[in-house]
């Protein structure tokens, strides 16, 4: 069980530049959510997915898309790479049972530095 | 006014003391609540969801109270090891989640 995985682990980009960031999760969890860490600020949700076919957004969605065509995949794509999108990202998994939200199992992080 | 506000930390706390964390929420519709550890450069990771009537393990203790917004974190006999920032994480809705900026505990020798 690898749990969540994410690619790639750093990342420099070039402002304008648009690149994907991977995460799968073999968990077959439900809900998938990539959050951005800045310091000082917390992690922060950019968007996330209740089930395959389903996504919606969180607090900081600009410049950012998502997709979710299969259980296990949640690739966020940058369209045009700012200074402003440098950060950590994570991406994270979870499921519902009983009515609860459970825990969500977080991937290791991607270091992106827009220049 | 944030959504999830916590101590700002950093703790520094001698081997042994006994530390508390607070923090406070606004959404008065939340129903799930956590407290996660997050150790330098890595992935955040849960130490405990946090239940209404209040729940421990081992040295850790948690508590809710809803009438307050208001949950706690209560380390015992700190170890080294506990060095880390702990963040409070409260659900908007559904599967949307809000972290607080975290606190930062240094346990020295």
């Known amino acids: 069980n690898a749990g969540v995985t994410q690619t790639p682990k750093f990342q420099v980009l070039k402002t304008g530049q648009s690149m994907t960031l991977q995460c799968a999760q073999d968990?077959?969890?439900?809900?998938m959510s990539w959050y951005r860490q800045d310091p000082g600020m917390g992690l922060r949700l950019i968007h996330y997915?209740?089930?395959?076919?389903?996504?919606d957004q969180g607090e900081v969605p600009n410049g950012y898309n998502v997709s979710r065509s299969t259980t296990e995949d949640f690739p966020l794509r940058l369209l045009s790479a700012a200074p402003s999108q440098t950060s950590v990202y994570f991406c994270a998994s979870s499921f519902e049972s009983g009515g609860s939200y459970n825990e969500q199992f977080f991937g290791p992080g991607t270091r992106l530095t827009v220049l | 006014r944030k959504e999830v506000e916590q101590d700002p930390g950093p703790f520094n706390v001698p081997e042994g003391a006994t530390v508390a964390f607070n923090c406070t929420y606004s959404n008065s519709a939340s129903q799930s609540f956590f407290w996660y550890r997050q150790d330098c450069r890595k992935e955040p990771k849960l130490l405990m969801s946090v239940y209404s009537s209040g729940n421990e393990d081992g040295r850790f203790t948690a508590q809710l109270n809803r009438a307050s917004q208001y949950i706690s974190l209560l380390i015992r006999d700190s170890k080294l090891s506990d060095s880390a920032t702990y963040l409070c994480v409260v659900n908007r809705a559904s599967q949307n989640f809000v972290f607080g900026p975290g606190t930062r505990l240094s346990v020295l020798p």
């Open positions: 968990m077959n969890h439900e809900y």
């Open positions: 997915s209740v089930g395959a076919g389903i996504t």
